[in-house]
């Protein structure tokens, strides 16, 4: 139980153009969805929560005009990366929190997309 | 000072040793721990909870030191397919509020003939 899936798992565009992301859960209803971003040899780090049928909230640093993000049902979050320059290339993870789980409860990762910008 | 700290590594081991990582978090409010697996290229992957009493599956067991802020992971009678990078992860959250994960950096493990 408790699969994410994450599509597509490698993309390659052009400078400027707009890439989405998507993460449904499987098998399970997710209120509460996670996109973390990790760069080589470092961290997974939070960029934003999102939660079904609300807006979006983005860690400080993150431009929510940029990486938009939209939640519109409870088992599919997307993450559009707009205008996608080389630094936005990196590994972007999303995860997703069953609905009625606990806070505290693990958290389940979709696959992975790797991003590169030319 | 990092909220999860891990020492980066890589630690190197032979087949069947037994290796220990640690992980320190400077939040002291942090509610619960986790311990994931992170192969090369892939998501990470739950691989124990920590829990204040410790606890173990198979070959792995987990402590946690609140009063310390320090949490550890043991591995024994390393495989080959140990081979991975172990990550450190505190959650922040607290009944009420949503889940915060933190992660550390990773520790790697190369286990070797």
């Known amino acids: 139980g408790a699969v994410v899936s994450q599509h597509p798992s490698r993309v390659i565009c052009k400078s400027g153009t707009s890439v989405k992301i998507e993460c449904r859960s499987l098998?399970?209803?997710?209120?509460?969805m996670f996109w973390y971003r990790q760069f080589p040899k470092q961290s997974l780090m939070l960029m934003a929560t999102?939660?079904?049928?609300?807006?979006?909230?983005?860690e400080q640093g993150v431009e929510k005009d940029k990486f938009l993000i939209n939640h519109a049902s409870l088992t599919l979050s997307t993450l559009t990366v707009t205008s996608a320059h080389p630094e936005d290339s990196s590994f972007y993870i999303c995860?997703?929190?069953?609905?009625?789980?606990?806070?505290?409860?693990?958290?389940?990762f979709g696959n992975g997309t790797r991003l590169t910008v030319t | 000072r990092k909220e999860v700290e891990q020492d980066p590594g890589p630690f190197n081991v032979p087949e069947g040793a037994t290796v220990a990582f640690n992980c320190t978090y400077s939040?002291?409010?942090?509610?619960?721990f986790f311990w994931y697996r992170q192969d090369c290229r892939k998501e990470p992957k739950l691989l124990m909870s920590?829990?204040?009493s410790g606890n173990e599956d198979g070959r792995f067991t987990a402590q946690l030191n609140r009063a310390s802020q320090y949490i550890s992971l043991l591995i024994r009678d390393s495989k080959l397919s140990d081979s991975a990078t172990y990550l450190c992860?505190?959650?922040?959250?607290?009944?009420?509020?949503?889940?915060?994960?933190?992660f550390g950096t990773g520790t790697r493990l190369q286990v070797t003939l």
């Open positions: 995860s997703a929190l069953q609905q009625g789980s606990s806070y505290n409860s693990p958290l389940h």
């Open positions: 098998d399970f209803q997710a209120t509460t």
């Open positions: 999102s939660n079904e049928g609300s807006k979006a909230t983005y």
């Open positions: 939040n002291s409010a942090s509610q619960s």
């Open positions: 920590v829990y204040s």
């Open positions: 992860v505190v959650n922040e959250g607290r009944a009420g509020t949503a889940s915060k994960l933190t």
